[in-house]
């Protein structure tokens, strides 16, 4: 079955980095757009990233462009948030999540269980 | 940016119900609108895609209808398994786009 497994989140201090990771399994990574899609505590969704299905088109929410950086690896079935430049604002939980096909205008149809990255002094 | 506005932001009602819940967008989205149930601690499912389409494994007490500009989102006879929060996605346009969500309870 298709699953999507994030990891990689913590507790960092502002300015800190972190890198995100989400494996996929039962399906084709190579075939999707995968996005990350935040949710702050008890606040509801943002869109932040994705990546094309060859990995040679990101694209970024203003909120985090210049400091998130998205990549992939499908030999690996294997999809990277890279945080830069962390922010109290940026504290939230991040889903990675597979587009229903292999375009960018598609409906989001499996979501990780999300990872929870926590920013503060 | 496209804005999504749904309405109401909460609602209470009772098992056997039929609710409705409104999403409004900013501009015309040519049909490309998502709902998902997001339970606590859990991450979004998908219900309804291109508006109207039920996605695999739903029940068919959830449909959606609407164009353009206005959505809806029934659940009919509502189970408790239904009580959840609902959120409303478009995807005509980057950034993806989400309502503020309507979360139903129990009455």
């Known amino acids: 079955q298709v699953q999507l497994v994030e990891s990689g989140g913590g507790l960092v201090k502002p300015g800190d980095s972190l890198r995100l990771s989400c494996e996929v399994s039962g399906f084709s990574l190579s075939g999707h757009f995968v996005s990350w899609i935040r949710q702050a505590p008890g606040k509801g969704l943002e869109w932040i990233s994705y990546s094309s299905a060859s990995g040679d088109i990101r694209k970024y929410a203003d909120s985090v462009k210049g400091r998130f950086a998205v990549s992939r690896d499908n030999a690996k079935s294997s999809v990277f948030l890279q945080l830069n430049s962390l922010r109290v604002e940026d504290t939230a939980v991040y889903f990675c999540v597979r587009h229903g096909c292999s375009s960018e205008w598609c409906e989001l149809d499996y979501w990780g269980q999300g990872t929870p990255v926590t920013v503060a002094s | 940016d496209i804005q999504m506005t749904q309405s109401p932001s909460a609602l209470s009602a009772s098992v056997g119900d039929t609710v409705i819940i409104t999403c409004r967008a900013s501009?015309?989205?040519?049909?490309?609108l998502a709902w998902y149930q997001q339970k606590p601690g859990n991450a979004p499912r998908l219900l309804i895609y291109k508006t109207s389409k039920l996605e695999s494994s739903v029940t068919s007490r959830f449909s959606g209808n609407g164009s353009g500009t206005e959505f809806t989102l029934t659940i009919s006879s509502l189970q408790p398994d239904d009580f959840a929060t609902y959120y409303c996605q478009q995807y005509n346009n980057y950034p993806l786009t989400f309502g503020g969500g309507t979360k139903v309870d129990i009455k």
């Open positions: 501009q015309n989205l040519n049909a490309w």
